[in-house]
Every structure is written in structure tokens, then in C-alpha cells.
């Protein structure tokens, strides 16, 4: 006959030979998790600070084309008026008024526009279509820079803006036809 042995004693060894089971995560594992949480956290950050810069420079160049627009309403304003050369105003005073000017952008980190004007039907740039008849009179003579006796009521211009951001220069390029719209 065999030897029972009473339950409390054989449960200390029973419970001795059984691999024990950990709690918790390992060293590696902690390691692991942090690693991947920092070039997480990084790249959400380095999205961010990049996300930022886009915006300021968006802001910038919005501002930009706003001071372009309003150069161009000033001139588009002075070559509607009647015109009067002593006074700078009409359209036959817009090349002698404008040409080869600079003018400062108060609101913008080193800004200023650069206009030029283009003297005659044969100088017109590509960007606004090559030189042509700008005033359809079947000649392409026309000079801007004759202040009487020419028939030209479009001046061709390009208008420059640039300004400094962050120690880059950035130009803003705007070409128009400034007519005169009034008679």
C-alpha cells in the first residue's frame, strides 16, 4: 500500500517545480516603448515647427501681392485722370511718372517694388504676349516715352516686390497692361 501524503504538504513542492510567471514589462521592452514614443513625439513636433514656417511664409507673400495689388490700383487711379503732364497724372504720364522706380514696403521685413515700364509696342514683355499693336491702330510705333503725340493708352509694366525673410530674398513678379478705362 502506498503512502498518502496529506494535501498541505505536497502543494509547496508542486508549486515549487512550475515556472513562475513575470509581472510587467522588461527593461528592453520599457526601452523599446520610449524610443518609439520620442521619434513620435519628434516627428508631430518637427511637422508642427514645419507647418509653422509654411504659414509665415504664406502670410509674407499674401502681404506681398496685397502691396502689388495696391501699386497697381495707385497707378491704374493716376491713369485714369484726365491728363495732365506738369502734374504727373493720365495715362501719357505713367512711363515718365514710374519708370525705373523704387518704392518702399513699410510693412514688409525689407520690402520694396521695383517698377519698370516698357517703353514702346516693340518692348512688350512675353508674359503679357510679345511685342504687338497694344492700341489696335495698325501700327506698332508707339512710343510711351513721347509725352505728346502718341495715341498709346496702354502702358506695358512689370512690378517687382522683394523682400527679406528669415535672411532669404523673395521677389513677387506682377506684369500688367495699365489702361486707361475712363474717357
Do not use: W
Not at 512550475?18 to 508631430?44: E, H, K
Not at 504720364?93 to 510693412?107: E, L
Amino acid at each position: 500500500m502506498s503512502k498518502t501524503t496529506p494535501l498541505h504538504e505536497a502543494a509547496p513542492t508542486r508549486l515549487a517545480s512550475r515556472p513562475s510567471r513575470q509581472v510587467g514589462f522588461s527593461l528592453i521592452d520599457t526601452m523599446g516603448a520610449t524610443a518609439l514614443f520620442v521619434l513620435v513625439f519628434l516627428g508631430v513636433f518637427m511637422s508642427m515647427l514645419h507647418g509653422m514656417k509654411q504659414r509665415e511664409e504664406s502670410f509674407l507673400m499674401y502681404r506681398a501681392v496685397s502691396a502689388l495689388r495696391d501699386k497697381v490700383a495707385e497707378i491704374q487711379y493716376l491713369a485714369n485722370l484726365p491728363t495732365d503732364l506738369q502734374d504727373g497724372e493720365g495715362i501719357r504720364s505713367i512711363y515718365s511718372r514710374f519708370h525705373d522706380t523704387t518704392s518702399p514696403v513699410a510693412d514688409l521685413p525689407g520690402g520694396e517694388i521695383q517698377i519698370t515700364c516698357y517703353a514702346d509696342e516693340n518692348t512688350v514683355p512675353n508674359e503679357l504676349g510679345g511685342p504687338q499693336d497694344l492700341n489696335y491702330d495698325s501700327d506698332a510705333l508707339d512710343d510711351a516715352t513721347q509725352s505728346a503725340g502718341t495715341d498709346l493708352n496702354t502702358v506695358p509694366m512689370a512690378l517687382s516686390l522683394t523682400f527679406v525673410e528669415q535672411s532669404v530674398a523673395h521677389t513677387v513678379t506682377v506684369h500688367r497692361l495699365i489702361t486707361r478705362t475712363t474717357d
